[in-house]
């Protein structure tokens, strides 16, 4: 489909004269007052600068403090696996001895009835 150009002329034209009335009504609203900015004294910059100092040390080790709680957690949980895993073992291990035991005695009372029936 073809667009005749004397339509995209009188468009371009017609969005041209609305942003042109668009630009006069902006211009012609009141524009807001400038507000002057607070004057501050080099003391209070320095206050607030020492202020501001102290918060990030405060930050710091705040941060620091947690770190190392975290750490000690950490460390402590590893322990505790580790005394879990270990005693797991060990548990393990009595388990297998015990077995390992009733079979040689169970082994030695077959022994003795067949000894016996003989």
Known sequence: MRIPFTSIVAT???ACQRQLE???MS???PKK???KKHQTSDSQVA???EELRAMQEALR???RE???KDREMRN???EMQEALHNKDREMRNMDREMRKILRNKDRELRLAERNSQS
């Open 33 to 35: 007052p400038r507000v």
């Open 27 to 29: 211009a012609s609203l």
């Open 47 to 49: 206050r607030l600068q």
């Open 61 to 63: 080790n705040k941060d």
């Open 22 to 24: 668009s630009d006069a």
């Open 66 to 68: 947690m770190r190392n």
């Open 76 to 78: 402590k949980d590893r």
């Open 12 to 14: 371009l034209q017609d």
